[in-house]
């Protein structure tokens, strides 16, 4: 079944007529709807709420999006309020378009969107941070609350274990530095005791060898005397 949708008297703004546009259906929390994208004799974004029947025109997107004509579209719903479109080739000023965009259309209330290209070296990290963003949103249910206690229980605990081992360590760490230090004024005093036994060693053998001198000095002056009498 075809309906069309009549406009008496104006009342309801539509867009331009067009031609070799492309377009693709959204689901939203809000319902369906449509999102059309360039064409001939329209370069420009405009989005259908089908329950409504309203059209609104999407702004903030690059004239490389919407100059665009026999271009292709699929929706990639990556929450229940955001949707990637990707665009894909088509034709601008006759020539034959190879690259492809992703546009992120973000439903936030009463109709109201908000637009953005995503690009294509950063979508993994997007698509990570809106999952994120929309798992922090929602309200948390009885039965997770209750594993999320638990865990918290279980980390706590965690952390208390890790918090004495941590205190177990650094008393180790204590007791090493300690026996460390000790040590080395051990190997200190052994080294002043070796040095004051080297020095007392080297005083005895300069007394003997000045004892040696003086004997050989009297040992002298005796044979002088004896040979002096002898004459």
């Given amino acids: ?20 546009h492309s377009s693709v259906l959204i689901n939203t929390s809000s319902g369906p709807h449509l999102l059309v994208v360039g064409g001939v004799g329209a370069y420009d974004c405009v989005i259908f709420d089908i329950n409504n029947k ?3 025109q999407l702004f903030n997107i690059p004239d490389i999006v919407t100059n665009r ?20 080739g088509g ?6 378009i190879s690259d492809t965009a992703v546009i992120e259309l973000r439903y936030t209330s009463d109709n109201d969107w908000s637009t953005s290209v995503i690009p294509l070296d950063q979508y993994q990290e997007k698509l990570q941070e809106r999952r994120r963003e929309w798992e922090a949103s929602q309200p948390v249910q009885p039965e997770d609350r209750r594993e999320i206690d638990h865990l918290r229980r279980v980390l706590q605990e965690r952390e208390r274990e890790l918090q004495e081992e941590r205190r ?21 005093q052994a080294q002043q005791q070796g040095q004051e036994r080297e020095r007392e060693a080297r005083e005895r053998e300069q007394n003997l060898q000045r ?16 040979e002096g009498s002898q004459q």
């Fill in 168 to 188: 177990e360590k650094e008393q180790l760490i204590t007791r090493l530095q300690e026996q460390l230090q000790g040590r080395e004024r051990q190997l200190q």
């Fill in 1 to 20: 079944n075809c309906l069309k949708l009549s406009n008496p008297g104006g009342s309801v703004q539509w867009p331009k007529g067009r031609r070799a």
């Fill in 91 to 96: 034709l601008r000023d006759y020539l034959t």
């Fill in 54 to 56: 309203s059209w609104k």
């Fill in 211 to 226: 004892q040696l001198k003086e004997y050989q000095e009297r040992e002298q002056q005796l044979k002088r005397q004896i």
């Fill in 69 to 88: 004509r026999e271009h292709s579209l699929s929706v990639w719903s990556v929450t229940p309020t955001t949707n990637w479109i990707i665009e894909f």
